[in-house]
């Protein structure tokens, strides 16, 4: 049935599925603001999003499902599609080129002196990240009702507007970055014929949408310096906000609460708390952030026993070697710390790594400082949620390499993310900033942080390929 009027491609799809050992299947919804934001489309336009299985479950949903859409009461209703690509095509396209290169890239994680390396290695993922755009771009071809809008999201999928324009030329076509864009010179490192297939290919869109000014300046800088401009392909900035409404209730309910009770008896009465939530992520610099938390132990002695560092560090790309490294150092670093400073009433760095979405919004609520330190990040939604659920106003420090500065740098501590000397510094401004002040700066921050909720943030993209 090809009447599908809005379409949505991603690679993580809405839901997800575990397969028990007894060979049941259970479905998972997940959240964000794509599944918040395609739901403000009225019952009446048919939509649909396709996502690749990801996992062995996914796998054999697809599989029970016919290749069709996923039943209904998995996904609330919503049609969604998920596409059953060769695991080897997948893992080359996703581990080897989408989070090994392109999102390298736009994050600067290359320790240049011996990476990245273009090699036959290289090709030969490049060319199954290229198959599995095609998957994509014909699967939505396939599905598209006559001139319907088709928003494709992320680095993953960075040749389908182009593959898809050929296929379907009737279609109005988005993409979105979620990332930051390169620096042209960074850029540049990607092979040339690699740097100009991938401009080519968004630019097959009509509209291309990034998360602030600063990334989309920088995708034109590179389009200037490589394919000569960016020819009809219009560029928009929607700074996605959090979801005031979804974040205020699900916070207040009692398993938050029952949360709340136990990092308190963690913290210890009377206690301030410097916390961060992030997935264990490369570019979210959490390292540099318990460094720069031991030298404010070190250079401010005063605030031993009086704070604890929340850290939740959430697992994320185990596929690959470096991710599973860092995720090391976090843990190994943790310790280090608590051994060197603690003492039989205080731990210094409570660190949590399992993935646990009520005790984040605990941890939100009763944060004194929030750490939301990035090497770089194309927005940071942690950092607009903190101060929408905060009880008693939370400091931010914040990154001004997170996209999220454009929007909360006036009422945030900034620091350099490589700083952290500064780091400490800030840390310290803001566990000692007076009551009030941290109050008044949190009221706005929420406004600021909650200005574009998910539903506007979708409907103007769509609206704007009208
Ligand atoms: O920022 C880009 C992005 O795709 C986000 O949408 C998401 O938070 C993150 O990366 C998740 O990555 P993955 O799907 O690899 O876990």
Redesign the pocket.
Request: charged share 25%.
């Given at each position: 049935m090809a009447s599908a009027q809005v379409l949505v491609a991603?690679?993580?799809g809405p839901v997800s599925y575990a397969r028990g050992a007894d060979g049941t299947l259970e479905a998972r919804r997940g959240g964000?603001g794509l599944v918040s934001g395609l739901s403000a489309i009225g019952p009446d336009t048919d939509s649909l999003w396709v996502c690749s299985a990801l996992g062995d479950g996914d796998r054999e949903a697809v599989r029970r499902a016919g290749g069709g859409d996923l039943p209904d009461a998995d996904t609330g209703g919503r049609r969604v599609r998920m596409l059953d690509i060769d695991p080897d095509v997948h893992s080359d396209a996703?581990n080897g080129i989408?989070?090994s290169v392109l999102w390298f890239v736009h994050h600067l994680l290359y320790q240049t002196p011996l990476e990245p390396v273009f090699d036959a290695e290289f090709r030969r993922q490049w060319a199954a990240y290229e198959t599995y755009n095609r998957l994509f771009a014909r699967a939505l071809a396939d599905q598209a009702g006559p001139g319907a809008a088709v928003l494709v999201?992320?680095?993953?999928l960075a040749l389908v507007p182009g593959m898809l324009r050929e296929l379907r030329p009737d279609l109005r076509i988005g993409h979105f970055s979620?990332?930051p864009w390169a620096p042209v010179d960074y850029f540049r490192m990607l092979p040339d014929d690699i740097a100009e297939q991938l401009l080519r290919g968004m630019l097959g869109a009509d509209r291309l949408g990034f998360l602030t000014r600063r990334w989309a300046d920088a995708f034109a800088a590179c389009c200037e310096a490589v394919v000569g401009g960016t020819g009809d392909t219009e560029l928009g900035v929607h700074g996605l906000g959090a979801d005031a409404d979804f974040l205020r209730e699900r916070s207040r309910r009692p398993d938050v609460a029952e949360r709340m009770a136990a990092l308190r008896e963690q913290i210890g009465p009377g206690r301030r708390t410097v916390v961060r939530v992030d997935?264990t992520e490369l570019s979210k610099n959490i390292v540099r952030g318990l460094h720069a938390y031991r030298a404010l132990l070190d250079e401010h002695p005063e605030w031993r026993e009086r704070v604890v560092h929340l850290a939740f560090a959430y697992p994320?790309?185990q596929d690959l070697a470096v991710y599973r490294a860092y995720t090391e150092e976090v843990s190994r670093l943790a310790a280090e710390i608590n051994e060197a400073y603690g003492t039989p009433g205080w731990t210094p760095v409570v660190l949590h790594v399992e993935d646990d979405f009520a005790r984040s919004l605990a941890a939100y609520r009763i944060a004194d400082v929030a750490l939301v330190n990035p090497v770089r990040d194309?927005m940071n939604l942690v950092a607009k949620e903190v101060p929408v659920v905060s009880d008693h106003g939370c400091v931010l420090v914040l990154s001004r390499e997170a996209g999220a500065y454009a929007e909360l740098g006036a009422d945030a501590l900034v620091v350099n993310p490589y700083d952290v000397t500064g780091t400490a510094r800030a840390l310290h401004e803001a566990l000692t900033m007076p009551d009030d002040e941290r109050a008044e700066r949190t009221r706005r921050l929420s406004s600021a942080a909650t200005a574009l909720p998910p539903e506007k943030w979708f409907l103007d993209q769509l609206h704007a390929l009208d």
């Open positions: 991603s690679n993580r964000g996703y989408a989070n999201q992320d680095y993953h979620h990332t997935r994320s790309r194309g």
